[in-house]
Structures are given as structure tokens and as C-alpha cells.
Nanobody, 129 residues
Framework: VQLQASGGGLVQAGGSLRLSCVASGSSPSGTKVTIETANWYRQTPGKERELVAAISEGGGTNYENSVKGRFIISRDNNKSTVYLEMNRLRPEDTAVYYC???????????????????WGQGTQVTVSS
């Protein structure tokens, strides 16, 4: 099981971006994956990774204070994807953003089922003033 993050880029302050994090199995045609819980973190040089947003298995969400009202985390189980919609971006939102998720998988070829915790690679978000 792996996570692939995308959607970062350069945007002016006040603009918007949507990050995506797609879960996939080792055998795409023979594995079903379901994102149960997910988090988006961000990190800037010299600082620890910071939790930005989280979504629970039941769909409940939590946000870091500075992004409340501006960012929205959501999940599409049909697409095995978690999104982070970022609005009214500020220069201080500039960071590398990482997704993290607990994924339930069913591999029909082996067969095997289980849950794993995975991290996606980072995607750079740069907000210019």
C-alpha cells in the first residue's frame, strides 16, 4: 500500500490550492484499499512536522488553529483519496505538506487483508506575498 500526494505549487497570498493524497495497493487491479483515517501535516526547514488537519473514520474533522475556517479536509472512498482544500492562503502556510493515513486493504490475489499506516511523499506549497 502506498500514498501519493500531489497538488502543491506556487500561489499568491489569498489564493487557493487543493492537495490530493491517493492510496493504492501493490497490485492495483487485485487490491482494494480504503482510507479509514487521514492526516495532513506540514513542515518548514528547521521546524518539526506540524499536524494541520485530520479526518476520522466517522468523518469527523479537526484543524490546527491557524487554518480553521480556511482549510477543509475531506475523503472520497470511491477514489481512495483524501483532499486538503486550502483557501485564503497566507505566506506562513508555505511548507512541504505530507499526508498520512491508516489504510485498510484487501488483496484478492494472495489473499490477504490488513491495516497499515502510510506516509505520502511531500508536496511543496509556496505562498508569495
Amino acid at each position: 500500500v502506498q500514498l501519493q500526494a500531489s497538488g502543491g505549487g506556487l500561489v499568491q497570498a489569498g489564493g487557493s490550492l487543493r492537495l490530493s493524497c491517493v492510496a493504492s495497493g501493490s497490485s492495483p487491479s487485485g487490491t482494494k484499499v480504503t482510507i479509514e483515517t487521514a492526516n495532513w501535516y506540514r513542515q518548514t526547514p528547521g521546524k518539526e512536522r506540524e499536524l494541520v488537519a485530520a479526518i476520522s473514520e466517522g468523518g469527523g474533522t479537526n484543524y490546527e488553529n491557524s487554518v480553521k475556517g480556511r482549510f477543509i479536509i475531506s475523503r472520497d472512498n470511491n477514489k481512495s483519496t483524501v483532499y486538503l482544500e486550502m483557501n485564503r492562503l497566507r505566506p506562513e502556510d508555505t511548507a512541504v505538506y505530507y499526508c498520512n493515513a491508516r489504510v485498510m486493504y484487501i488483496n484478492y490475489e494472495i489473499p490477504e487483508t490488513g491495516r497499515v499506516d502510510r506516509w505520502g511523499q511531500g508536496t511543496q506549497v509556496t505562498v508569495s506575498s
